[in-house]
């Protein structure tokens, strides 16, 4: 049985639909196709059966301040180092050997760190990854940020090598150096849309798992976690019902889940152990439906603030801050999708990193939401209009939406209202990430973003994968033979 708080399963991959319409409200980047194919192969199916994906190519544009024209990054690796040689020269062939690295660690990271539930680190460290110990030591303990300003000195280029670390939760100087391997994904794999939005890879999993016989309740708050013999013998509902289970697997936030959930006396992560933790960041969402065409958009287009640091800064250090010209992301899936916009028109929803802060306010539709969100999307509005040179855009929008921090908070009872999950910092990720199974109760298990292997649809899809891991008391590094049995 599957219990959700909210309407409609799925967590942070929502919909929104309004006068024609539909904005995904979560992850819109699908990266790491194989680490789909494998989870629906799992299932007795594939990717390929059940989303129909678009190649995008540009992979995404990029804008930065003081830069005259944008930059777009292509879905082939070799033009990508031919745009990294034009803007500097040398740069290309340093791009070459960043990526083919990448590529490694990636390898390295699908076979022996992403599916392990690190239990026996024996199968972690073998195949050869022990004798690369002493590099794989430098990639963790190295920022990527520094790791970057070797790689290439124009500030644009930094920035893009850079910018994975915020899909980690985190800032280039705070994120392993490690995490490297996600610009394989981006700049030599290629990014893809799933037809229909990401809402469809939600409704094709629900499907295939109602088809099995699980019976999914919507709107089944779980208020408590009841703990017999120290094993998890049931859950007890807002509504006041009271069931009895053999097991609990929990994919709501894991401090939510530990803090509310739990008796004190049964917490593996107490009150004084979140002091220590980063949150990650928060967002300010937009979805805007805009009238006319939109070229000087891609699918995916990022806006690079010149004081990066500033902006790292303002969200992350105490104190945190709205930072001042902020980075963001816009996607504009109605230029492949039909499905998502009237005729004639461009669904964009924008993304800006905020301090994981819920005092800074809850979204609201057409200006109704929180005075300091609203004021903040009507400056990152004129922001993309300015950069873009789309002189018209806020005249053109006629359906708006924000979503804040207290939403986060509210919807999905992320702690402090944080936008992905735990930030993967060098204390926050591999075995040194929360695991998924409480170390107090008995057949408790974790899944979802606060957990291992860490956030991104991905990532949580492997996360459910390591707790049937778990409850099969299977300690091996790599993926789950296919289909499941």
């Not at 020269?89 to 392990?116: C, D, M, N, Q, V």
């Not at 009238?291 to 990066?308: A, C, M, V």
């Not at 956030?455 to 949580?460: D, F, K, R």
């Amino acid at each position: 049985m599957l219990l959700e708080k909210n309407d409609a399963v799925g967590g942070r991959v929502g919909l929104w639909e309004r006068d024609g319409f539909r904005f995904d409200t979560g992850p819109s980047w699908y990266l790491m196709p194989e680490v789909f194919d494998h989870f629906f192969r799992l299932l007795g199916t594939s990717a390929t059966e059940q989303l129909d994906l678009v190649p995008l190519d540009p992979g995404y544009r990029v804008y930065a301040e003081g830069y005259a024209d944008p930059l777009d990054l292509h879905a082939d690796a070799e033009e990508n180092v031919a745009v990294f040689e034009r803007e500097e020269p040398g740069a290309g062939a340093r791009l070459r050997a960043y990526l083919a690295r990448s590529a490694e660690l990636y390898a390295i990271a699908k076979e022996h760190f992403l599916y392990t539930t690190f239990v026996r680190l024996g199968p972690v460290f073998g195949g050869g990854v022990l004798g690369k110990s002493t590099r794989l030591s430098r990639l963790l303990l190295e920022p990527l940020g520094a790791l970057t300003r070797r790689t290439v000195r124009d500030r644009r280029l930094r920035q893009i090598l850079g910018y994975p670390a915020v899909f980690l939760g985190a800032a280039p100087d705070t994120t392993p150096s490690l995490y490297s391997l996600m610009s394989y994904l981006d700049l030599a794999d290629g990014v893809r849309y799933p037809l229909g939005g990401f809402r469809t890879i939600i409704d094709r999993i629900a499907g295939l798992a109602e088809a099995e016989g699980v019976e999914v309740r919507t709107g089944a708050e779980v208020v408590r976690i009841r703990v017999d013999g120290g094993r998890a013998t049931g859950v007890d509902l807002a509504d006041g019902a009271r069931l009895d289970v053999d097991a609990v697997v929990s994919a709501a936030d894991l401090h939510h889940t530990e803090t509310r959930l739990l008796d004190a006396a049964h917490r593996t992560h107490p009150d004084r152990a979140w002091r220590r933790r980063n949150p990650g960041p928060s967002a300010l969402l937009i979805l805007l439906g805009v009238r006319g065409e939109l070229p000087e958009l891609q699918h995916h287009t990022l806006f690079f603030s010149r004081d990066w640091d500033a902006n790292f800064a303002a969200i992350f250090d105490d104190p945190t801050r709205i930072p001042d010209t902020p980075s963001l992301y816009v996607c504009k899936p109605s230029g492949v999708d039909p499905t998502v916009a009237p005729e004639g028109a461009e669904n964009l929803f924008v993304l800006v990193p905020l301090p994981a802060d819920p005092c800074l306010g809850r979204g609201g539709v057409d200006g109704e939401g929180a005075a300091l969100l609203e004021a903040l999307g009507d400056r990152v509005i004129a922001q993309i209009g300015s950069w873009a040179g789309i002189d018209d855009l806020a005249e053109r929008v006629v359906v708006r939406r924000t979503i804040g921090p207290a939403d986060f908070e509210s919807e999905f009872h992320a702690w402090r209202g944080g936008a992905l999950g735990l930030a993967h910092t060098l204390r926050q990720s591999a075995f040194f990430r929360p695991g998924d199974a409480s170390r107090t109760v008995a057949n408790l298990f974790y899944a979802g973003s606060s957990t291992i292997p860490g956030v991104g649809l991905p990532m949580c899809l492997i996360s459910a994968e390591l707790v049937v891991k778990r409850l099969r008391g299977d300690t091996s590094a790599g993926p789950l033979p296919e289909p499941l049995r």
